[in-house]
C-alpha cells in the first residue's frame, strides 16, 4: 500500500531527544563517535533554529546510562526535562507523555541512543497514538548495523518516516529564501564541506554589492 506523501510541518512540529546520554553513547558503533555526536548536535541546532518544541529525556542516569550530553542541557536550558526512574520505552512514562502533549502537536521528531529500544519503543506507541513519527537516522545511534537496520524495517513498517537531520532541515525550510545565510551557517558549522560552499557563495555575493 502506497502511503501519501507527510511533510514535515515546521508549525506542527517537535522534537523528542530521548537517552543521549554520556555512558550510552558509548555504545554507539555504527557510526563514527566524533560525526555521531556532530549529527545528535546538529539536529539540536536546527530545532532551535526552527524554534520547535524540544524535549529531552534520560533513563537511569544514576545507573551506567550516565547524564544527558551537556550541549544539550546548555542548547535547551528552558526545555522539559524527563528524567525517568526505569521506564525504557519513554512513553511509559506520565511526565513524558503530558510535556509531549503540552506541545499541541501531531508530527514528532525522533532521535536517541540505542536506536533499537530508545527510539523504536516511543516511535512505535507515538504511532499507535495517531502521531507523525519522523526519526532522525543519523542522530540515533545503537550497537552494530544489523541492529539498526531490524529497528528501521519496524518502524517503517509501522508507518514511521526515515530521515537525516540534514533532510528534515530542509523540509521544514521549504525555500532558500526564507532565509539563505541562517540555514546555510547552520549547515557550515555542522558540515565541513558546506562550510567550503558557503564560503564561495559569501565571496561571490560580497563582490556583487
Known amino acids: 500500500m502506497t502511503k501519501s506523501y507527510t511533510k514535515l510541518d515546521k508549525n506542527n512540529a517537535a ?17 563514527d563517535p566524533d560525526k555521531f555526536k556532530n549529527n545528535v548536535l546538529a539536529l539540536a541546532d536546527l530545532a532551535k533554529y526552527f524554534e520547535l518544541p524540544t524535549i529531552l529525556t534520560t533513563s537511569f542516569e544514576d545507573g551506567p ?21 526505569g521506564q525504557i520505552n519513554a512513553w511509559d512514562n506520565e511526565d513524558f507523555i503530558k510535556a509531549i502533549k ?16 530508545c527510539v523504536a519503543f516511543p516511535a512505535l506507541s507515538a504511532i499507535e497514538e495517531g502521531f507523525d513519527v519522523f526519526v532522525v537516522t ?33 523540509e521544514l525550510h521549504r525555500d532558500w529564501r526564507n532565509d539563505v545565510e541562517g540555514l546555510g551557517t547552520l549547515f557550515a558549522n555542522h558540515i565541513p564541506d558546506y562550510a567550503n560552499l558557503i564560503t564561495g557563495y559569501n565571496t561571490v555575493n560580497s563582490k556583487t554589492k
Open 15 to 31: 522534537v523528542l531527544l530521548v537517552d543521549h546520554q554520556t555512558g550510552l553513547l558509548s555504545l554507539v558503533r555504527d557510526f
Open 102 to 117: 503540552a506541545t499541541g502537536k501531531k508530527q514528532l521528531i525522533i532521535a536517541g541512543v540505542v536506536t533499537e529500544v
Open 138 to 170: 543519523d542522530a540515533s545511534g545503537t550497537f552494530n548495523e544489523v541492529t539498526r537496520d531490524a529497528a528501521w524495517n519496524r518502524m517503517t513498517q509501522a508507518g514511521a518516516q526515515l530521515m537525516s537531520w540534514f533532510a528534515v532541515a530542509c
Open 65 to 85: 546510562n550516565g547524564p544527558l550530553l551537556p550541549e544539550l542541557k546548555a542548547t535547551f536550558p528552558d526545555a522539559p526535562f524527563i528524567a525517568r526512574p
